[in-house]
T-cell receptor
Framework: NAGVTQTPKFRILKIGQSMTLQCTQDMNHNYMYWYRQDPGMGLKLIYY???????DKGEVPNGYNVSRSTTEDFPLRLELAAPSQTSVYFCASSYSRQPHSGNTIYFGEGSWLTVV | GIQVEQSPPDLILQEGANSTLRCNFSDSVNNLQWFHQNPWGQLINLFY???GTKQNGRLSATTVATERYSLLYISSSQTTDSGVYFC????????????FGKGTKLTVNP
C-alpha cells in the first residue's frame, strides 16, 4: 500500500512564483488535510476536505488554495509565494471524524519548501 | 478553539531510562492521537486513544477524558526513540480539525 503520497519532496521557489503540492491517497479516505510545520513548532492546519467537492479553511489558509475533485487527490496551490511560506508541508488523510478504534490519521512524508 | 498543551517541551534521557510525556487539552475530545516524528521528519502514528489505556511494546498511553489529559509512557528508552512526540486532538461537538500540541522533543543518549 502506498498510503499518502506527496510530491515534490523538496522545492525552492522564488518570491512571487506559484506552485502546486500534489497529494494522493489510496485508502479511500473521506477526509484529507494539509498542514504546515514551521521549525520547532507543531502542525498547523491550512485546509481540509471532508469529501470530494468539499473544502474548508483551517487555522492558516491565507496564501493557499485547494481543490478536491476526486476522493484520492487533494492538491495545495501556492499563488505568489512569500518567504513566510517557507515550511514543511504535510498532507494527511483519515476515514472520518467519527470515533472508532483504528480511525487514525495517516501522514505523507512531507514536502520541504523554501521561498527565496 | 480547543487548546493543546504538551509537557515537558524538551527531555533528555540516558538509554534505558523511563519517561512520561503529558498532553493537556482544554475541551472534550472525540479523538486523541499520539505521534512520533523521527529525526527524518516522518510522522508515525503511535496510539489512537480518546479514552482508556493502550500498550504497544515499550510504549503505553492513558487518556483520562473527564480530566482532559493524556499520558505517554516510554519504558527502557532506546536511542531510536529520539524525536518529537506530538499529541493531537479532535474537539467534540462537530469539529473536523485535528489540533496539534507543540510537541515534546526527546533525546535519548547512548
Amino acid at each position: 500500500n502506498a498510503g499518502v503520497t506527496q510530491t515534490p519532496k523538496f522545492r525552492i521557489l522564488k518570491i512571487g512564483q506559484s506552485m502546486t503540492l500534489q497529494c494522493t491517497q489510496d485508502m479511500n479516505h473521506n477526509y484529507m488535510y494539509w498542514y504546515r510545520q514551521d521549525p520547532g513548532m507543531g502542525l498547523k492546519l491550512i485546509y481540509y476536505s471532508v469529501g470530494a467537492g468539499i473544502t474548508d479553511k483551517g487555522e492558516v489558509p491565507n496564501g493557499y488554495n485547494v481543490s478536491r475533485s476526486t476522493t484520492e487527490d487533494f492538491p495545495l496551490r501556492l499563488e505568489l509565494a512569500a518567504p513566510s511560506q517557507t515550511s514543511v508541508y504535510f498532507c494527511a488523510s483519515s476515514y472520518s471524524r467519527q470515533p472508532h478504534s483504528g480511525n487514525t490519521i495517516y501522514f505523507g512524508e512531507g514536502s520541504w519548501l523554501t521561498v527565496v | 478553539g480547543i487548546q493543546v498543551e504538551q509537557s515537558p517541551p524538551d527531555l533528555i534521557l540516558q538509554e534505558g531510562a523511563n519517561s512520561t510525556l503529558r498532553c493537556n487539552f482544554s475541551d472534550s475530545v472525540n479523538n486523541l492521537q499520539w505521534f512520533h516524528q523521527n529525526p527524518w521528519g516522518q510522522l508515525i502514528n503511535l496510539f489512537y486513544i480518546p479514552s482508556g489505556t493502550k500498550q504497544n511494546g515499550r510504549l503505553s498511553a492513558t487518556t483520562v477524558a473527564t480530566e482532559r489529559y493524556s499520558l505517554l509512557y516510554i519504558s527502557s528508552s532506546q536511542t531510536t526513540d529520539s524525536g518529537v512526540y506530538f499529541c493531537a486532538v479532535l474537539a467534540a461537538g462537530g469539529s473536523e480539525k485535528l489540533v496539534f500540541g507543540k510537541g515534546t522533543k526527546l533525546t535519548v543518549n547512548p
